[in-house]
């Protein structure tokens, strides 16, 4: 099943062209990650996917509805987007920022109900952050905010989970603690998640699927064996590195070569 | 299932409390001034008034007549501003995430007071619904100079919330110094400077029912809407792209929810000139002390800044009795030092 087609999708900013005929078909279920250096196109894609910006050409279909004709409300209850970070400026509790998920289904004036809150403790006791529901989420550190924020989306009951570099700026236990929950919901509950992804080792090893943009194109698109080898990697980044498989998963993991001498040799 | 029905019952209380407050307050503001009428008389003549009971007349008519004509009027105006520009306020921190953000933050200030200095210039005596010209054009001049902010603001199909904020205070700065200008040339212009500055300075002008009843809709309406937009607001607080990710039409509900505010200070500006520090105190108030979600916010505002005008018009009036104090002085006087007792004891508000 066909869970999202991007079809002959252009985008372009005020300054110039950013995507350049995109086609992707993404099924229900799949785990894909976009990748490419910075200013190659995949946050543009990603929010592209999220309905918040509007293609300039082509069409994106999500479960064969056509994205521009859905009203937000209607895409807030089938994506939801978790982005590099949320900056709140109110003393909102951990409780209260993962109700924020339940907004698409709520009715004016409506209290949220039961089935509302269940959702809300099932969200944090998915991703375990439970204990910290009456905490307030601007006391929290960078890493448990970002289980917060997948909490609240997770709260929106997405078939679809957009991922903007999620983990960026979260240390490594972190990067991979939060891979490792979205990857469990992934293959437990078939959550199609699609993520934008700045380390291509992490990539490697929790995406299935990899889209490689180069220039607002896709460069490559397949399992990581077939993305992550070392002459698409010195096309697309120009970077020198040597791909080696990873000690226990087997996918390719890259090490990078350093250009000069600067760096000592052994 | 116990949480939530607590939670329910402890929003409820305090918007319960709050309102006995705000009527408490009433027949306390209502008591006092030139001549002092005790409150069970007050509440005597209410109820005959209501034709729900019919008590003797143990008080001389013209204590009636001082009741109904002119403090009532008077009270319920003080009433209705504070309660229009807390909300506007608690709207315009909401929309903006901005924690300066005021009811006048983008221009209404400026331009209420340039419509007013000009309508008092005018020779023309006008009265539209009660409202003499001076009202009425500050009515206009806060609205027109919103709209303007807005367009001027707009790139694209989108209005960005930074260049809002740049318009608004620039737009403002000009009115200002036009009006600067005006003052500066007063003796010319035959324009009062003693009007001026009471408008400035905020003084609840209400002296006919007529006013009420043009004004109280607007705002009773105003603080209706604001409540419809408690979760659109909510969700605001992730920003206006965090927004849009949670189903908001960011762009539409932004125009709405500016235009409400800008409604509820207009109504305001029109029966009291400029007061200041209740749109941006009594928000913060409330958020310290009952959380930052909307839902109880825009209500709990409301009834918290009724009160505190009330309380503040009451001071203004009998505290150097005959002279007037201007009602903006005291709520700064009093909202100032109550505000960081607040900030300093609680913590609870704003993370940078």
């Known amino acids: 099943m066909i869970s999202l087609q991007i079809s002959q999708v252009y985008f372009s900013y005020l300054d110039g062209l950013v995507l350049h005929d995109i086609n992707l078909s993404i099924r229900a279920g799949e785990m894909v990650g976009l990748l490419g250096p910075n200013g190659s196109g995949k946050t543009t894609l990603i929010k592209l996917v999220s309905g918040i910006l509007k293609p300039s050409q082509g069409e994106i279909r999500l479960d064969g509805s056509s994205l521009s004709r859905l009203s937000r409300k209607s895409v807030a209850r089938s994506l939801a987007i978790v982005p ?5 400026p109110f003393a909102f509790t951990v409780g209260e920022v993962v109700m924020l998920g339940r907004i698409p289904f709520l009715k004016a004036f409506a209290e949220e109900s039961k089935v509302d809150s269940q959702f809300v403790a099932n969200a944090l006791e998915l991703v375990g952050i439970s204990d910290l529901k009456k905490r307030r989420f601007d006391e929290l550190s960078g890493g448990e905010r970002q289980k917060v ?23 490594i236990a972190h990067q991979v603690e939060i891979l490792e929950l979205v ?29 490689l943009l180069k220039e607002g194109r896709v460069w490559a698109d397949g399992v990581p064996a077939q993305v992550l080898t070392e002459d698409i990697i010195r096309d697309v980044f120009s970077a020198s590195v040597r791909v080696q498989p990873h000690p226990t998963a087997g996918v390719p993991h890259i090490v990078v070569m350093p250009k000069g001498s600067i760096v000592k040799q052994q | 299932m116990l949480v939530k029905w607590r939670r329910g019952n ?53 204590d009636e007549t001082i009741i109904f004509q002119i403090r009532l009027p008077r009270v319920i105006g003080g009433v209705l501003v504070g309660a229009a520009l807390a909300t506007a306020g608690a709207l315009f921190q909401g929309l903006l995430r901005n924690p300066m953000a005021d009811p006048y933050i983008i221009g209404t200030s400026a331009g209420a007071a340039l419509g007013a200095t000009i309508a008092m210039m005018l020779p023309v005596n006008l009265a539209f619904l009660g409202f003499g010209l001076v009202p009425v054009a500050a009515f206009c001049g806060a609205l027109a100079t919103v709209i303007l902010v807005y367009n001027l603001a707009r790139v694209g199909n989108k209005t960005p919330i930074v260049s809002m904020l740049l318009a608004g205070f620039v ?46 809709p607007l705002v009773i309406g105003g603080i209706i809407g604001a409540r419809f937009f408690a979760f659109h ?17 960011v762009e539409r509900d932004k125009i709405l929810i500016l235009a409400l505010g800008s409604m509820l200070t207009a109504a305001a500006v029109s029966i009291s000139g400029l007061v200041g520090f209740v749109g941006l105190v009594v928000p ?8 930052p979600d909307h839902r109880i916010l825009l209500p709990a505002s409301a009834l ?31 909202g100032a030092p109550f505000f960081l007792y607040l900030l300093r004891r609680t913590r609870r508000e704003y993370a940078f």
Not at chain 1, 183 to 211: C, P, W
Not at chain 2, 190 to 212: A, D, P
Not at chain 2, 284 to 291: Q, T, Y
């Open chain 2, 304 to 334: 918290a800044g009724g009160i505190f005008v009330v309380m503040a018009d009451l001071l203004a009036r009998t505290l150097m009795a005959p002279v007037e104090i201007p009602v903006g002085v005291i709520t700064a006087i009093i």
């Open chain 2, 10 to 62: 402890r929003l409820i209380l305090i918007l319960l409390l709050l309102g006995i407050g705000l009527v408490l307050f009433l027949f306390l503001a209502s008591a006092f001034g030139a001549v002092t009428i005790s409150l069970p008389n007050i509440l005597k003549m209410t109820l005959n008034k209501l034709a729900v009971f019919d008590f003797p007349a143990t008080w001389m008519s013209v």
């Open chain 2, 233 to 249: 607001l909510n969700a605001f607080s992730l920003g206006e792209e965090g927004a849009a990710y949670l189903g908001i039409e």
């Open chain 1, 84 to 88: 590099q970070q949320f900056h709140i």
């Open chain 2, 284 to 291: 913060h108030a409330v958020r310290l002390s009952l959380g």
């Open chain 1, 149 to 171: 924020i997948l909490a609240m989306a997770l709260a929106q009951q997405p078939r679809l989970l957009l991922l903007d570099e999620p983990i960026v700026h979260l240390d």
């Open chain 1, 183 to 211: 990857k469990g919901f992934n293959v437990e509950q078939g959550l199609t998640v699609i993520g934008a992804m700045h380390d291509l080792n992490l990539a490697s090893l929790y995406f299935d699927r990899l889209v």
């Open chain 2, 171 to 216: 737009v403002s700065s000009l009115l200002a110094a036009i009006m600067a200008l005006l003052i500066s040339m007063s003796d010319r212009l035959g324009l009062s400077l003693h009007s001026v500055y009471s408008f400035l300075m905020g003084h609840i002008s209400v002296t006919s029912w007529g006013q009420i009843a043009v004004i109280a």
